[in-house]
């Protein structure tokens, strides 16, 4: 779930998001940096790194295979699989292997396990430009750091000359979204990423550029943006958004500006990741034979945060290798489990697909990715229950085995599942609103019903090196596994269908 305090920080400036309780905040161990180790950009591994181990499928809900897959999923050999690394295919690969022994089908649109998606991040060898041209005429070229910052949402290797502009009120952006045009906001900057928001061009999507002009904003010294985050090339539909001060702001604000260019002085670097996608197929039932072409998903994410670096005066730790054996290898290993116990049984009414994303610790980036380019028609998924953090007891819910549900009141999916005696909390801690802080709110993004399932009792190990396979109570992993299992086995049934509260989902 993602983070309100970010707690480690990425060495080459990439957005770290990831799970993180507030009630370990305070006492929680100085952040580190991490070290990214990125994979080329068109190589898989060579080999795997970690052995497969047991393929043998069994029914049975086990502390022992639970265990195994997260001593594999958080071996040091994997460095902490983060996003766009080598070892995060080595993972995604020993994912696949176990959903096929199992008797699962590739899932992705290529007839592979693995839904491919292409990365970028931009590092920037000068100040970028912006390139004002005037209507009486007047030029100028702003600096970055100077009288201009942005921030990315796409590609952005450049732009032609965009046309101006501009927004003084709502009812003045355009119907629709072009390219070729830099709007230009004659108001608050909140009001206009409001507005954006609400005629669906978020961040700029659409436009050439996004621009808020500030009348007498200080000028600072120009400089070289730090590089960029590793973002899905897919997902590059917006241009930047950024502020102009000083003099040329005061004459962006007054409507002045013809055309705008900009231009990045950057250089572009590419990557690959993957989401691990497999089904079994649904065997629907006598009376219902189309609930097989209905689909239940289980997802986590596989991804963690990778090495820490020490910062200069800090004392070098024993350990820099951040495994994530609760985030989330734990969601992972539940999912293989229940899987397993699925498809070692009596076909299931409706059709069970297991997604393993990347990128959730970077901005739920392979969930996005997925609601963005769904591998099935996201109308036959009734729901997409995702599994985070499930290695440890919540000491909140009062014993060993027990799991909350996050965003329990937002839906039917908590009260119908303890109607039928599956015993799931509900979230112990909703202030903290872990409901948008997971890869669910991805798949509730596109209107699937879509939570998670966690015991994440806000442990000091959060990412951190010692959160290692050996600190987890397995134990309590079998018994809330064996939960899951029940509360997944309601939903493949076909009995029922769950569905959104009136209002929501709130997002």
Known sequence: MTSKIIRACFVSSW????????????????????????????????????PPGDDTVD???????????????????????????????????????????????????????FQRIDLFKLNYTAPSELQVVAKNGDRAILYYG?????????????????????????????????????????TS?????????DAGFANGAGFG??????????VGEKSVKAPGRLSP?????GGIAGRIDGPWGNRAYAGELETVRFVPNAEIERRFDVNVVGFLPGAGTEENPDLKNEVVMLTAHRDHIGLARVRPGQEVPDDIIMNGADDDASGCSVVLEVAEALASGERPARTVMVVI????????VGSGYWADSPTVDPASVICALNFEMLGRPDPMTEGSGNIWLTGDERSSLGPVLREHGVQVTPDVRPEQNFFKRSDNVSFARIGIVSQTLSSFGGHRDYHQASDEWDTLDYE?????????????????SGAWTPSWNEGEPKL
């Open 209 to 218: 550029m996004v621009l808020y002009p500030r009348e007498d904003g200080k």
């Open 357 to 364: 994303v990347t990128g959730e610790e970077v901005g739920m």
């Open 476 to 492: 309590h992993m079998e018994k809330a596994a064996a939960i899951a299992l029940a509360a997944v086995r309601d939903l493949v």
């Open 59 to 113: 029914a049975a809900i086990a502390g022992a295979e639970l265990r195994g897959h997260v001593k594999a999923l958080s071996d040091d050999s994997l460095q902490g699989r983060p996003m766009g690394s080598d070892e995060s295919l080595v993972a995604a690969r020993y994912v696949a292997q176990k959903l096929e022994a199992m008797g699962f089908q590739p899932g992705a649109s290529d007839g592979t396990f």
């Open 15 to 50: 957005a770290v998001m990831g799970m993180a309780a507030a009630a370990a905040q305070d006492s929680a161990p100085e952040a580190i940096e991490v070290e990214i180790r990125a994979a080329p950009a068109d190589e898989w591994p060579t080999s795997p790194a970690i």
């Open 146 to 186: 100077g009288e201009f910052t942005f921030d990315s949402f796409s590609a952005a290797m450049g732009t032609e000359d965009l046309r101006c502009v501009y927004v003084e009120d709502e009812e003045d952006l355009p119907a629709a979204a072009d390219p070729g045009v830099a709007l230009i906001f004659q």
């Open 189 to 197: 900057s909140g009001k206009a990423r409001r507005w954006l928001r």
């Open 233 to 237: 090339v897919a997902s590059a539909k």
